[in-house]
């Protein structure tokens, strides 16, 4: 069984930065992609960015390219997403998430993230 834990979440105003934490257990993550996902209020779960484990190769949705950066320490077996010039419409819950191949099949429980304007 895999586990993902969230963290890093909260209130932050426009044009702030955060930075959200996966810390994965369970498995071995050497060929494991790890993404970020997130979901606003009304909408559906959306893409926001991924990472192949062993590679480091990455992905952004276009909304957030150059403004989020994914990476990973394999080391501590943990994704992170470093968010940066923050916008309203960033608010969302963020779920971290990992795939062997095509389908995301773990999933974090999520952690809120809120941008004030």
């Known amino acids: 069984q895999v586990q993902l834990v969230e963290s890093g979440g909260g209130l932050v105003q426009t044009g702030g930065s955060l930075r959200l934490s996966c810390a994965a257990s369970g498995r071995t993550f050497s060929s494991y992609t790890m993404g970020w996902f997130r979901q606003a209020p009304g909408k559906e779960r959306e893409f926001v960015a991924s990472i192949r484990w062993s590679g480091g190769s990455t992905y952004y949705a276009d909304s957030v390219k150059g403004r989020f950066t994914i990476s990973r320490d394999n080391a501590k077996n943990t994704v992170y997403l470093k968010m940066n010039s923050l916008k309203p419409e960033d608010t969302a819950i963020y779920y971290c998430?990992?795939?062997?191949?095509?389908?995301?099949?773990?999933w974090g429980q999520g952690t809120q993230v809120t941008v004030s304007s």
């Open positions: 998430a990992a795939k062997v191949g095509r389908v995301y099949d773990y």
